[in-house]
């Protein structure tokens, strides 16, 4: 397609009109990146990521990816240029991106990637790629001191997962708790998202309530934390658990009326 028939294209096309001198101009611009791809990306330990390169004009250039931590070529167009076969190039015809594909990503493959285009001298674009593991903590662990007779709450936060889980069950000396139990007073909600959250309460705590208490999300790993239940007084470096810490009011309000059914 000459010039002429672009400028013909463009006008018939898309309703738009430019000269033949600014058309040239473009062309010869040479190739260049779309700079609103994200530069930052994340993925979780196992799971394929993807760095995603667009290019504008790219001609009859070719596109490589390179590892900044040791310069090394991972990738040449779509051939890949390195041992380690978890790397590999994608091209989308339609979209223009030339995506960096890493299979079963580790901790070790985070840092800077550039995604680099043959020109003379050659130009580059740096992209940041972080892996990271599924987190699952209890704040106020490993050791909580509760007042006998005062409310336990046990707040157990997953993070990082590719989707909430199914189920957090909660165990008590490696048993798993009957909400229905006749000791009555006992509950959990969990609030699943990005962030999941379970919550257990325990009203009129009992000597019987010490013990491990452990959170086991249904695909990340288990936390535990030991509870101690007090009976009069004790050292005041030993400090009482803040109960309500993460709670928001709804749902505060939610396990009082669970636990009082």
């Not at 051939?79 to 590999?88: H, I």
């Not at 050659?122 to 892996?131: D, K, R």
Request: net charge negative; glycine share 6%.
């Amino acid at each position: 397609m000459n010039v002429t028939d672009m400028l013909m294209l463009g006008d018939e096309e898309h309703g738009f009109n430019f000269n033949e001198e600014q058309l040239v101009k473009y062309i010869d611009r040479g190739p260049y990146f779309d700079t609103t791809a994200t530069k930052n990306v994340t993925s979780l330990v196992g799971k394929t990521g993807h760095l995603n390169c667009r290019i504008k004009n790219l001609g009859n250039k070719t596109v490589s990816w390179i590892r900044h931590r040791d310069l090394h070529l991972l990738t040449v167009a779509e051939s890949t240029y390195t041992s380690d076969q978890r790397f590999s190039a994608i091209y989308n015809k339609q979209t223009g991106d030339w995506s960096l594909q890493i299979k079963y990503p580790q901790i070790r493959d985070s840092g800077v990637y550039e995604c680099q285009i043959s020109t003379t001298p050659p130009v580059g674009y740096t992209m940041i790629f972080s892996v990271v593991e599924p987190i699952t903590t209890i704040p106020g662990g490993p050791e909580l001191y509760i007042d006998l007779g005062s409310t336990v709450n046990l707040t157990c936060i997953v993070k990082h997962l590719p989707d909430p889980p199914l189920m957090v069950h909660w165990t008590h000396n490696n048993q798993e708790i009957n909400y229905d139990s006749p000791r009555g007073g006992v509950s959990v909600i969990t609030e699943k998202g990005d962030i999941t959250t379970s919550y257990l309460l325990i009203q009129r705590a009992q000597i019987s309530d010490s013990g491990k208490y452990t959170c086991l999300p249904s695909n990340a790993n288990s936390k535990s934390v030991y509870v101690h239940i007090l009976n009069g007084d004790h050292p005041a470096a030993v400090q009482r658990a803040n109960i309500f810490v993460g709670l928001s009011f709804s749902t505060l309000i939610l396990l009082m009326i669970i636990a009082h059914i």
